[in-house]
């Protein structure tokens, strides 16, 4: 598993089990792709974070990984903005 999804799977993990943020906001401002593992460990913090009573959503996405997202219906499930949001980040916001 290369170094980034490695740290993908651990943040995903600590995110769905030692935050209790009422929201959980990605900004995936830096990311230019993401492999089906990926989006896997992302529908399961989705999933995991609904039972929990939480809300998810993704920030900053570019086009390309946008436009993948949608033609998934990802963005139906999902919350997403294109915008990167403010510059600082947010205790419920997880730069991953």
């Known amino acids: 598993m290369k170094p980034e999804q490695e740290l993908f799977k651990t943040r995903v993990d600590q995110i769905s089990k030692n935050t209790a943020e009422p929201k959980v906001v ?9 492999s089906s593992s990926g989006l896997g460990k992302l529908i399961v913090l989705h999933k995991r974070l609904v039972e929990q009573g939480r809300q998810f959503a993704i920030q900053g996405i570019n086009d390309n990984l946008f436009a993948f997202f949608q033609a998934i219906h990802l963005e139906k499930m999902i919350q997403m903005d294109k915008d990167p949001g403010p510059g600082n980040l947010t205790l419920n916001t997880f730069k991953i």
Not at 26 to 34: C, G, H, T
């Open 26 to 34: 990605f900004d995936f401002s830096f990311l230019i792709n993401m």
